[in-house]
């Protein structure tokens, strides 16, 4: 409702309530009060009055008092931004009780009450037009404003014996329409003797026609509302005046602060009484009694009140009146005084009216003003404190005008008012970003143009880098000169790490399908100079000279296997190998051989949880990560010694976390190196990764170690990332997931060739593996029927369907490829075992699904994996 107007120094004293519930002095408590409307609004300021005149006999006791301003604005426009608000501004914050006075707050707290305050219990007053249901089950209660109007109404029909028809007059907000319902519920009382208008969806200038054209029959009741007058609001004390000056005909009401506006009065509700017992029960909640021994009080406390001045105008004697009826302005008694002295009262009398007209004058002016300015300033400070960006504004000598609550929380400043009058020197910590946002700052006064945007990497009060992408423009004044800067900065921490990976992704996969298509190739070379060079050795004596060299050159050969799988690791890493893996374990190993080859100038220390889950990895690859990331902390430290701790164990990456890292959420092993040495330079972070980048000199590193490092932890699904301060921690984290996954391929242990037996149909595209390998499978005792691509393997097949007892073809060929080749195959002879040939792993993903697949052989091979995998395939064949 709406704030009364401090009533006359001779205004009687508002009757007694019943005893306030008094509690102990040590009570403690935290109290929230969501005022429907704004400080300075009558019938709400005076019910917080009679709400304190209780709560601040208890001075531990703490009131909060938050306006939610529904009067001046838009109901469904304000109340998501007090959502939003009240959920940051009390996220730390418990209440134990919660004061609500009028209609709006009280809906607001029925919506919003469960979501912001859980389990607080809620105290209403000022509520119109109550349902019960609504409360039922709900730790609510409060005071009904609920007055009886057909005792307004009664007492204007026998006031006024001529007049039979009733206006109301009010708006058509939620506490608005609640009131004009128990008004046209009261008009109803009388049957056909009183009729009943409703006005509220007219504006103030058709109020004011309208009464000077109403019939003589007709009085007022009127609703306290606001109304917008020449671009200000105009409060229901001035909305009631402006009616009161356009009708001789009566006006009553129901509220006591309207008293002196205009009315002749009523049966009136007090304010300051009516919050006095909502606090009543507050005491009574917070000091212990249970809920269901304060049910909802339905009985507002009530008086007749009466305006001598408007009893006048309406020729209304004081004797007509109710007993014990309230009057003010009456006058008090005149007794006779001589001429001289009445003269100079008279003279004094006007010289200070027109002193107190010309006063009342400017304090008018100066608090209409004071009315704006703060109602722009309460819009401004919600609406900067509710956007997710830091916003700050200086003058032209960069001293800082204001910033919003964000911009105070990321720089770790206590109170916004912190800011004004201090510069970047002082409020923002780093140096260097400083002096960068002085020059900005400069530069948009120089140019008067806005500032391009741009990202820098920040650090906030808790020591975190956080990029923000900063925007700058010129501040003008209302003559558009520039008188200062306006800043906002958002964080795009998350999307630029988003960037950052995608870019690396980008270029670790263009670099893999180069690296896979040049492997490829490579391994058809290697495998034919392998096979070849077994052949050879197999016509010659091993001691000779010649012998001797076609067994380095087979070295060589088998030497350059090893650095094509290394080469493709950064690409792809194979998963065969991939089993059930003790991390520890596998650290423990590692450790052992770094801790023996170590300087005494190097302190290495290991935080290791033994209590671990296994991961589905390859031990070797997980053994090579511990190598290269510890090898690389060694090399670090070894000119000045240091501290290298490892540190391994479990953590669950929620779906925010597992986003950044480029991950799926759950159980990971986290395994680090951090050592204290020189660290990384920021310039080149980005690049420690890429293969073939690197500091070290050409006879220390290839290049390869830390891209290797990235394509295996890729190829177990994990992640890798680096932080570093030069001689403080430089670090380097690798988070490995714990899973169940099986391995898709399993390993062929070298062995000795062993002969065999049987016809193998042998695929093959590139001309030296056709010459080289079917003699190298019938110097292993195998009848051999080769083939240059699957249609002449088909037509072999079609020729002697029952002849063959494997086939061995090739992944990548022209025309049908092994894959499709293989599915032929199945269909024509279902029983004959398949061997897939190929340099690249999609081969393993193509063919898993294809039952008569057996083995895939990863180029290069040589006669003893070739003779292993045929013996096996034919004997479990056999059984």
Known sequence: MARALSLEPDLPPDPPLRPVHTVSSSLRARVLYLNSYHQGYAWSDDILRGIREVLDHHPDIEVQVEYQDFKKYELELVRPLLVDLYARKFSDTRFDLVLVSDNNAFDFILDYGDHLFPGVPVVFCGVNDFHPERIAGRAITGVVENYDVAQTLALALRLHPGRSRVVAIGDRSGTGLAILNQVREGATTFGGRLAFEAWTQFSLEEIRARVREAPADTFYYFIP??????????????????????TDAPLYSSWEFLLGHGIVGGKLISGPAHGRRAADMALKLLSGTPLSELPVIYDAETR????????????????????????????????ELDKQIAWTIAVGFVLLLGILVLLALNIMRRREAERTMHDQLSFQEILMDTIPQLVCWKDRRQRYLGANRYFSEFFGIDEVPGVRGRTDDVLLPPREFAAWVSARDREVIRTERPMPRARRLVHNAWGE?????????????????VVGTLSTAEDVTREANLERQLLQSQKMEAIGTLAGGIAHDFNNILTSIINSTELALMDIDPESAAGQDLERCLRAARRGSGLVKQILTFSKPSQEGFQPTSFPEVLRDALGLLKASLPRNIEIVSHVREDLPPVMADPAQ?????????TNAFQALRDTGGRMEIHLDAVELDPSAAELRNVAPGCYLRFQVVDNGPGVSPAIVDKIFDPFFTTKGKAEGTGLGLAVVMGIIKGHRGSIEVESAPR??????????VTEAGAALRALAPADAQTGSGHVLFVEDDEDQYETIPRVLESLGYTVTPARDAREALEAVDGDPD??????TDFDMPGLSGVELARELERRMPDVPVLMVSGRERAVTLAADLPNVARILLKPYDRNILSQALREVLRTDDD
Request: proline share 6%.
């Open 304 to 335: 007749f009140g009466f305006d001598y001045n408007e009893l006048q105008r309406q020729r209304i004697s004081p004797e007509a009146l109710p007993p014990d009826s309230l009057i003010i302005n009456e006058p008090k008694a005149f007794y």
């Open 728 to 737: 403080e921690r430089t670090a380097f984290t690798v988070h490995i997931p």
């Open 622 to 630: 997980i053994n090579q990560i511990v190598m290269n990331l510890t």
């Open 803 to 808: 002849g063959f007892d494997a086939v061995i």
């Open 465 to 481: 880098g956080r990029m923000l992408e900063i925007r700058k423009v010129p501040l003008r004044d209302k003559r558009g000169a």
């Open 225 to 246: 509302f606001y109304q917008s007058v020449g671009g200000r609001f105009a409060s229901a004390q001035e909305v009631l005046d402006i009616v009161r000056a356009n």
